[in-house]
């Protein structure tokens, strides 16, 4: 499996946006860019995936490089809710399964 | 809507005892069905998936064994728990298809004494 790389941790303030990198440098051309977020004491939540366009949807958008070997989870305007930690996860299109890394964890200040 | 349960959320069992953790998927067929675990402060290790019933591959050699009996039911199972098989047991289910996301359930908080 194409690895990634994140940082392990981020701050942001309370309604500031947070931007979230991820490196895959070994992407291949057939696999999709997964987040994933994961609450205290909860599963992880789908958050949103991309090929090779930006992407949007309610909770954040996903900002491809051209080159697609990296790639950025953006939050607009960050609330307590958004305190998680967030995986960034390399997926062929017809991939039963999902690898999980340590991942990002986001501390969002009051 | 499409929504998933697990069962219990606690647990707290001693060693050497038998397991059965249940998951049930509602408001769809044919789901690709997984269990994961999460030990105290790690990530997410895929223990079993499932992509119809009685279909069952395992990721890791392990003390726990998974069964489909039913298309929208996943059960994890042991026969003499481990000190090691503490952790947070998840359950989740993807439709069958190209890219689709994974959902997960709460989870099964798992202590062993």
Redesign the interface.
């Known amino acids: 499996d194409a690895k990634t790389t994140q940082p392990n941790s981020m701050e942001s303030n309370e309604e500031e946006p947070v931007h979230l990198p991820c490196n895959h440098s070994t992407i291949s051309g057939t696999d999709?860019i997964?987040w994933?977020r994961q609450l205290p004491?909860?599963?992880?939540?789908?958050v949103i995936?991309g090929l090779t366009s930006n992407v949007n949807n309610r909770m954040a958008s996903l900002a491809i490089a051209e080159d697609r070997k990296s790639s950025t989870l953006i939050l607009h305007r960050a609330t307590l809710r958004d305190a998680a930690v967030y995986y960034c996860i390399l997926?062929e299109?017809?991939d039963?399964?999902?690898?999980?890394?340590?991942?990002t964890t986001v501390t969002v200040r009051a | 809507s499409q929504t998933i349960h697990q069962w219990p959320a606690t647990l707290v069992q001693p060693v050497g005892s038998p397991l059965s953790l249940e998951c049930t998927v509602e408001g769809t067929s044919n789901p690709?069905l997984?269990w994961?675990r999460q030990a105290a402060g790690r990530?997410?290790q895929?223990l079993f998936?499932s992509?119809g019933i009685g279909q069952i591959s395992s990721?890791v050699p392990q003390n726990l064994s998974a069964s489909r009996p039913q298309d929208r039911q996943f059960i994890l199972s042991s026969k003499k728990l481990l000190l090691s098989d503490s952790g947070f047991y998840?359950c989740?289910w993807?439709a069958d298809g190209?890219?689709q996301?994974?959902?997960?359930?709460?989870?099964t908080?798992l202590s062993i004494l």
């Open positions: 999709y997964h994933y004491s909860q599963g992880p939540e789908y995936h997926s299109s017809n039963y399964k999902l690898s999980f890394g340590a991942g | 690709n997984y994961y990530g997410l895929l998936y992509v990721e998840l989740a993807r190209l890219n996301p994974q959902h997960f359930g709460d989870g908080r």
